[in-house]
């Protein structure tokens, strides 16, 4: 029996006496004939899933996954969350075989094909209760380019000019990146570790709340005044 699943958290689905907020479930036998369609949620992102056939029921209890996570580039591992994964026998992405490693029952770990353009991709599991294909079920983000922005500061603190700049700066960085360094490099390592701290919180307060902010004080510049960087990754 192969069990087609469209599903992405609660799907809304428009019915006779109704619209309801359950998952759809497509049963079919090994020759593809339709046999049922019932779907129950239960939980958050979890679902049960019965058929008919004949007037006999059939229940499908093999793995299932419940969550994806965030987007990830192509090449990488994806981490997703589920019921029963440990009796994965094989996993496709797109109808091609992928290499999964299975960390426990509850988590599947699987690597991403570098080929893969950004966008949304199926996933199909196969274990001895048959075959269950989620619609959809991740997503493949483009690769963001590292961003580098920088400007020479005079003197041992910020002034309205360096402040400008800074403000500027945070406003290039968008919602595609992820983490962000600040460097400076003055002179005086004293300056330096001043100057960068009080940068990376001016720049975080601004534009970067919720992204992941380092800093990083260098003396190795000798003349007068510093420079401020802002290094940023998706």
């Known amino acids: 029996m192969t069990l087609t699943r469209t ?5 809304a ?6 619209a309801f907020i359950v998952p759809t479930v497509h049963f079919e036998d090994s020759s593809g004939a339709q ?3 019932h779907g129950n949620a239960v939980g958050s992102g979890s679902v049960q899933t019965e058929a008919t ?3 006999a029921q059939i229940r499908y209890s093999g793995p299932q996954f419940e969550d994806f996570g965030a987007p990830v580039l192509a090449g990488d591992k994806l981490v997703s969350q589920g019921k029963r ?5 094989s996993l496709k992405i797109n109808g091609a075989a992928a290499t999964y490693k299975i960390n426990s ?12 353009a950004p966008g949304k991709y199926d996933i199909e599991i196969t274990s001895t209760h048959g075959k269950l294909t989620h619609l959809q079920a991740f997503t493949v983000k483009a690769v963001v380019p590292t961003k580098t922005l920088e400007f020479k500061g005079d003197g041992r603190t910020f002034g309205y000019e360096e402040l400008l700049e800074l403000t500027k700066m945070a406003k290039q960085i968008g919602a595609e990146y992820t983490s962000v360094k600040c460097i400076v ?8 570790q001043r100057l960068v701290a009080r940068g990376c919180d001016y720049v975080g307060a601004i534009r970067l709340r919720g992204k992941e902010i380092s800093a990083e004080p260098k003396s190795t510049y000798k003349g007068d005044g510093f420079w401020f960087k802002i290094v940023a990754n998706g």
Request: charged share 20%.
């Open 105 to 116: 029952a509850s988590e599947l770990e699987i690597d991403v094909p570098k080929d893969l």
């Open 7 to 11: 599903y992405s958290g609660a799907d």
């Open 13 to 18: 689905i428009a019915m006779e006496a109704g």
């Open 53 to 55: 056939q004949g007037g």
């Open 85 to 89: 994964l440990d009796g994965i026998t």
């Open 35 to 37: 046999l049922g369609i």
């Open 185 to 192: 490099n003055a002179a005086d390592p004293a300056v330096a």
